[in-house]
């Protein structure tokens, strides 16, 4: 998304004022005034110049969120109002860009936010440098180290839900581009007294609540733990659920958060073992025991609780209670063991497990450390977040608050040092003459405390090693001695009588009055929380358990390496320390977040005045603003500065064109401000009193305010001018189209009149042409009329007379011809008197056949003999030789058809004549014959080996060979049989064997018998007394009954040149042997079809239905 590029200032909406610089007048009251009013308009930041003072709101803003990132990325500090994000980037850019190592140093008391504070800035610059897979990675494991440390390094106190219980500085490293490469935490003083105990309302660190709410039964059972807070004594139980925490949740984010940060399996497993080792210590109880020479020994009272925890650490049980019995002294190779007490028992029990939880987290440290440290090796920027335990004072104050606030002192110093070396530096940078400022300087309680001859912890150390008897009262009369007459140490005992009479001063206690208050500290643990003993004995039994891990914290128990040396106290530890943070802080470029605290009820809306007063005065906040103030309240870029106010002078409004600076000069002397009040820089303008920039302030509303005015006139004016401008154009156009529409109309109208006269006079034109046209069309019709009438007359005129000169001609002729034949006949009559009319006749006449026999010959008619035409005859005289001219041409045309036959062909029509003459109009069955061929032989007996012998026994040459019904008499049923018809015989044979029945001679036949009708019966009569004829006539029927018969008759009528009768009658008789039998025809059913059929009726009587 592309940047705005709105010139804003902090100086813009403003709640009260965003720099505390700038308030007027400067008082505690206006201060804090100042504060609240802002706190109440949820403007929890406010800058002291580049520092920023930021108040816990105990709830949620909105101000947060991704977009809020984007605004406040590469913006300059004072662009937008205050936030710890415009820390965070000022500081991200600075080291990115100016390659300047940065420490943000994040202080204010308890609960005050310090911790959110942190995770703020690293939030954000997570957020805005570099991203990729591995930087990804990267920075989740920075970020993801906090919820570890959280769980095992916080806790629920009074003051705070989430308390840090150590102080924690981490080095976010990155490479030249900005990019993250990794991280080095460094971890100051767990407060592990809380292990074994906790003040009334507190608990204990989060990781035990969190792994009894959250672990799974499994796990539980592994490490040998129940899920009741109640059944373990280092659990505090008024206050083991803590609003609006759920543990069991928070338990699966450390787990998931081990996880990211690179924690294997089996290192979570131990390191959850170690906790619950820690937790069953606290459960461990003891019981005197008497022992016969009087020494009082303690006995460990439950030992199965011993044998869970040594089975979880993996230590041999005898180990772990010997070491709680007794301990063993070593001196100059001496070795001296004694029994443990109860009470000494109790202690070691305590000591072990502060001691166990306390290096636990010190691993986990180590152990986040191995995973986020930068994997490749180049130059380094480094930007450090300090989250350190803030200022405390309780009611009972003891070593830990003594340290903390000791630690808190020497943030303090160093943060008054590096103000001033910046503030002084910026005077040199700039040029501006530096003028000494007030302060107050806690270097002095510093060296109370930390002065290796009479520091207090340098006299704690003394008394701790010193032999002899020693308690925290002679520690108390050390210190009586040697600080009394530091004026920051008070005490009752001290040989000054200055609080001799001071009763809110109990005898046991000292006072110092810390740069944030007074705070008293009573004596009691000091000594023994300095040494901060832990039995050899314990050391080396945890130190031979089987858990790698316990084995690894524990390294002073490896008997190979005994050191006889004490370890450094935990005072000059703590001291060594601080030293090395103080002096890495001093060589980066320092941020300051201050958090301020506004209730003690950790609930937001509530601003208590009191409280807050209280922090602002210790953390000294106003001092910072008179520091800041001291010589020019504010000061800034001549750039920006320009910018803003160039409008309050004539010469630079709008442009200035030149540096900046004159144009701010130029502007500050147009406005006439005393010298006095400003300066000026190299870059940048100082402004000595806040009062002069309010009134800048005041001129520049003023100013805009005219300007919006005049803006706003010269605007209206534009609009109007320009609303004028467009109504103008406007109507100038819709007259414009207007006029043109008129105009458009106007000639359409014109157009279309001129059209219509046009028209009306065209068309009269056209009319008066059309009249013309017509009258000349008509004209020349009538002349083509009268012309063709005209012609027509003459014509006819002409042709009447043709015809009558025609008629003239003729009748002349005529007339001529008779005058010459009366001419010629009158000249020849006398001499052709008698014979020349007949010539003349005959000449006519012979002239008239003439004509006659040449037109018939024109007009003959086909040569086909079955043609019937004729032309019609032309004279009436001539009728007879025109029918017998027909006769003549119709013989000589069948002539003609004739002689074109062959002598077979010759033979077959002169049978057919034969059966024509027959049978024609007597048999009805004669028609169908006609169209039949007659082939005679229809079974080739000479060829069919069948009829071999019978073929063999026929000499003559077969006329008709083809089978017959030969019908029996005796029932009129036919059989089949063989006719053979040759020159001189009919056989009559077998139709299967071929065998001959009969042969009979042509000669023999008297008679054939046949009906008139379309059956095929026919009798063969023969003559009485021939050979044959004594079996009696035959009765057949064929199918060729008109062939067989015509054939039987010529064949009988050739060789025996007698003529067969054949009688055609429907009845005859039959002579079968001596019996004369009647065969009668009738028109019989149909039943059999178109079959005749024959039946005997009686013994005379045969009878022949024919269809
Ligand atoms: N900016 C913030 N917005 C909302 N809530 C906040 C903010 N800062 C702090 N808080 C609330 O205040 C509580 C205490 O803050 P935090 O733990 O940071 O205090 P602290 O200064 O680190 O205290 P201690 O010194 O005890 O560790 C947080 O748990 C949170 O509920
Ligand atoms: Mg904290």
Redesign the pocket.
């Known amino acids: 998304m592309a940047k705005t590029e709105v010139k804003t200032s902090l100086l813009d909406n403003m709640v009260g004022v965003g720099d505390m610089v700038l308030l007027e007048p400067l008082s505690e009251d206006a201060f804090l005034e100042n504060l609240k009013k802002r706190f109440d308009h949820n403007e929890?930041y406010t800058y002291i110049g580049s520092v920023v003072v930021?108040i816990?709101?105990?709830?949620?803003?909105p101000i947060y969120t991704p977009e809020k990132v984007e605004e406040y990325r590469n913006r300059n500090f004072y662009e937008l109002s205050p936030h710890i994000y415009a820390l965070a980037d000022e500081a991200y850019r600075s080291l990115r860009d100016q390659d300047k190592d940065q420490c943000i140093l994040i202080t204010?008391?308890?609960?005050?936010?310090?911790?959110?504070?942190s995770k703020?800035v690293m939030s954000y610059v997570a957020a805005v440098c570099g991203k990729g897979i591995e930087v990804n990675q990267v920075k989740e494991q920075l970020l993801q180290s906090n919820p570890v440390l959280e769980a095992f390094g916080?806790a629920k106190?009074v003051?705070?839900?989430?308390?840090?219980r150590f102080g924690k500085y981490m080095d976010i490293e990155f490479d030249f581009k900005g990019d993250p490469l990794g991280g080095v935490i460094s971890n100051y003083l767990l407060e592990k007294s809380r292990v074994v105990r906790q003040p009334r309302g507190e608990r204990n660190f989060h990781i035990f609540y969190q792994l009894l709410s959250g672990a799974t039964e499994d796990l539980l059972r592994q490490l040998k733990l129940e899920k009741d807070f109640s059944k373990y004594n280092y659990l505090s139980l008024d206050c083991a659920q803590v609003n609006g925490v759920d543990d069991a949740a928070n338990f699966r984010t450390v787990r998931n958060a081990m996880q990211i940060v690179g924690f294997m399996d089996d290192e979570s497993q131990s390191v959850l073992e170690a906790v619950a080792a820690v937790l069953k210590l606290g459960n461990l109880e003891f019981k005197p025991e008497v022992r016969g020479n009087g020494v009082d020994e303690s006995k460990i009272k439950d030992k199965n609780e011993l044998k869970e925890i040594c089975e979880l650490i993996g230590l041999d049980q005898s180990v772990l209670e010997r070491a709680f019995s007794f301990r063993t002294v070593e001196a100059k190779q001496e070795k001296v063991s004694t029994t443990l007490n109860v009470a000494q028992a109790y202690y070691a029990r305590d000591a072990l497990a502060k001691n166990l939880y306390s290096r636990l987290f010190s691993w986990l440290v180590y152990r986040i450390n191995e995973s986020i440290k930068a994997q490749i090796k180049v130059r380094k920027k480094v930007m450090g977040v300090l989250?350190i335990?803030?200022f405390e004072i309780f009611e009972d104050n003891s070593f830990e608050q003594f340290i903390i606030n000791y630690c808190n002192e020497k943030l303090q110093q160093i943060f008054i040092e590096l103000t001033l070396k910046e503030e002084q530096e910026e005077y040199i940078r700039e040029g501006i003459e530096w003028t000494h400022i007030e302060y107050f300087n806690n270097a002095v309680i510093c060296d109370l405390i930390e002065n290796n001859t009479y520091g207090i912890l340098a006299m704690l150390d003394e008394e701790c090693l010193r032999p002899g008897t020693v308690t925290d009262e002679t520690f108390l009369e050390k210190l009586n001695q040697v600080c009394a007459t530091h004026q920051h140490f008070e005490s009752r005992m001290s040989k000054s009588s200055r609080f001799l009479n001071d009763t809110t001063l109990p005898h046991n206690c000292f006072r110092i009055q810390h740069y944030a208050g007074k705070v008293m500290y009573c004596v009691e643990g000091f000594v023994d929380k300095n040494n901060d003993l832990l039995y050899r004995d314990l050391s080396q039994a945890m130190w031979k358990a089987n858990n790698s891990l316990i084995k690894s914290i524990f390294p002073e128990g490896n008997p190979a390496k005994i050191n006889l040396k004490r370890p450094p106290t935990a005072g000059s530890q703590f001291k060594s320390s601080v030293a090395t943070l103080m002096r890495n802080l001093q060589t980066k470029n320092p941020n300051y977040i201050r958090?301020i605290k506004p209730n003690d009820k950790?609930a937001g809306h509530i601003f208590t005045e009191a409280l807050v007063r209280h922090q602002i005065r210790y953390l000294g906040l106003l001092e910072n603003v008179r520091v800041r103030r001291a010589g020019y309240a504010f000061r800034q870029l001549y750039e920006p500065c320009l910018e803003r106010y160039k409008m309050l002078c004539k010469q630079t409004w709008p442009h200035w064109r030149g540096q900046a600076r004159p144009g701010v000069e130029v502007l500050l002397n147009e406005l006439g401000i005393p010298k006095e009040e400003y300066s000026y820089g190299r870059s940048k303008i100082f402004i000595r009193n806040p009062r002069t920039l309010f009134k800048l302030e005041d001129l520049r509303k003023q100013r805009l305010e005219d300007l919006a005015t005049l803006i706003q006139k010269i605007y209206r004016g534009w609009k109007c001018r320009t609303q004028f401008l467009l109504m103008k154009k406007s109507q100038i156009v819709i007259s414009a189209w207007f006029r043109r529409y008129a105009q458009q109309k106007k000639y359409q109208k014109t157009k279309s009149s001129a059209i219509v006269v046009q028209s009306y006079i065209r068309g009269w034109k056209a009319r008066k042409t059309l009249r013309e046209l017509k009258h000349q069309k008509r004209c020349e019709e009538a002349v083509t009329t009268i012309a063709a009438f005209w012609h027509g007359t003459q014509a006819r005129r002409e042709l009447k007379r043709l015809k009558e000169e025609a008629r003239c001609k003729h009748a002349v002729a005529v007339i001529w011809a008779y005058w010459l034949g009366l001419k010629v006949r009158r000249e020849y009559r006398k001499f052709f008197r008698a014979n020349a009319g007949k010539k003349i006749s005959t000449f006519i006449v012979q002239r008239i056949m003439q004509k006659y026999f040449l037109d018939m010959k024109k007009k003959l008619p086909s040569m086909s003999p079955t043609d019937r035409s004729w032309p019609p005859r032309s004279y009436l005289f001539l009728d007879d030789t025109h029918k017998e001219l027909r006769r003549i041409f119709h013989l000589w045309r069948c002539k003609k058809y004739r002689d074109q036959f062959t002598e077979q062909k010759k033979l077959i029509y002169e049978e057919k004549l034969e059966a024509s003459e027959l049978f024609k109009d007597k048999k009805s069955s004669y028609p169908s014959s006609v169209g039949q061929r007659f082939d005679g032989d229809y079974m080739e007996i000479h060829t069919n080996p069948k009829f071999q012998k019978l073929s063999g026994s026929i000499e003559e040459k077969i006329i008709v060979a083809d089978l017959v019904n030969k019908i029996n008499r005796a029932n009129g049923k036919g059989a089949v049989r063989i006719f053979l018809l040759t020159k001189n015989n009919f056989i009559v044979a077998d139709a299967k064997s071929g065998q001959k029945k009969a042969v009979v001679l042509l000669n023999d036949i008297e008679k054939v018998s046949m009906s008139s009708q379309k059956d095929g019966f026919f009798a063969v009569h023969l003559k009485e007394g021939s050979a044959a004829g004594s079996k009696g006539d035959f009765l057949f029927s064929s199918d060729r009954l008109i062939e067989v018969a015509t054939k039987l008759y010529r064949t009988a009528q050739s060789s025996t040149s007698q003529k067969i009768n054949i009688e055609i009658s429907d009845e005859f008789v039959v002579l079968f042997k001596q019996d004369k039998v009647c065969v009668k025809f009738i028109q019989g059913n149909q039943k059999n079809g178109n079959i005749p059929t024959c039946k005997r009726k009686n013994n005379r009587l045969l009878e022949v239905a024919v269809p």
């Open positions: 929890i930021s816990n709101p105990y709830r949620s803003l204010g008391e308890s609960g005050a936010g310090k911790t959110e504070a703020l916080n106190t003051r705070n839900d989430n308390s840090s989250d335990y803030g958090c950790k």
